[in-house]
């Protein structure tokens, strides 16, 4: 896969952006997910 770093979940969470994922239940995350403070927030609200 050449787009989104080889990334599945990537994929998915931008091809389907109107949809109201919750990225940290995938088995993998986008590369450096965890480094966003608003992903952080979200996943422990």
Known sequence: MKF???SPPAAV???FPE???EA?????VPVAFWK???NRD????
């Open 19 to 21: 949809k109201n994922w």
């Open 36 to 38: 966003k403070k608003a």
């Open 13 to 15: 969470l931008d091809c």
């Open 24 to 28: 940290w239940k995938f088995v993998r």
């Open 4 to 6: 989104y770093h080889g």
């Open 42 to 45: 979200r996943c422990f609200a």
